[in-house]
C-alpha cells in the first residue's frame, strides 16, 4: 500500500511540473507577442492613400497660412473651419497606418509630369495649354471659356469638407462650375466652386465620393474642365 501511495505522489508531481511548465511556455509567448514592436507608420511615397490623405493636408495648410498672410472679414472663421478638416484628416492618417501630420502640396507642383495629359481624349488634350497659361494671370480663373480644359496636369483630392457636393478653388470664383473626371474609372462628377482653396481644384467629400476609386484620398489622372 505504502508503494502505491509513493508511486502516486511522484505522478502527480510529475504532472504538476509539466503542467507549470506547459503555462510558463504560454505566459512567454503571451509576453512576448504583447512586447513586439507596432509596425512603422506609412509613408506617402509608399501608399497612395497615404499621399491622398497628405495631399489633402497640405493643402488645407497651404489654405490656412494664405488666409494669415492676407486676412479678410472671414478668414477667422475659414481658419477655424479648416482646423477641424486638419483634425479629420489626422484622424483619417492614423487609421489608415499613415504618418500622421505628414503633408505634401498638391496644386501645380504635378505639372512637370503630364501623365494625365497623355491619356486624354485628343479633342481635349489638343486645347490644354491656353487656359493653363491664362490662369496665373488671372487668379479668378475667368479666362477660360465654358467647356474647356483647366489645371492642366494637377491631380485631385479631397478637402474633408462635409455637405452637398462642392467644391473651393484658388483660380475660379464662387458660382463656377467644374466637371472633374477620373480617368482611371471615367467617373465624373459636376460641381459649383463654393469657397477658396489652396489648389486649382479642391473637391469635397461628398462630391470625391462620386469619382474616387476604393480606398484612394487622391485622384493622378484627372481631367478639370469649365463648364460653366
Known sequence: MSRRRTLGTKKKIALLV?????????????????????????????????????????????????????????????????????????????????????SAQDSQTAQPSQPAQSAQPPAASAQPSQPAASAPADNGGGAAASGQQVCNGSTVTLSGEGGAPAASSNQFPAGTKLKVTNLDNNKSTTVEVTSVSGSCALLNNAAFEQVREPGKFLIRRALIEKVG
Not at 21 to 27: I, L, M, Q
Not at 66 to 82: F, G, L, M, V
Open 18 to 102: 509539466s503542467a507549470a511548465t506547459v503555462a510558463g511556455g504560454g505566459a512567454f509567448v503571451m509576453a512576448s507577442t504583447s512586447n513586439a514592436a507596432p509596425p512603422a507608420p506609412k509613408s506617402a511615397s509608399e501608399s497612395t492613400v497615404c499621399l491622398g490623405l497628405a495631399t489633402a493636408l497640405g493643402n488645407n495648410q497651404k489654405f490656412i497660412a494664405d488666409q494669415k498672410a492676407n486676412p479678410d472679414a472671414q478668414s477667422e472663421a475659414r481658419i477655424a473651419n479648416r482646423e477641424a478638416v486638419v483634425a479629420e484628416i489626422k484622424r483619417k492618417q492614423e487609421a489608415s497606418g499613415c504618418a500622421v501630420g505628414e
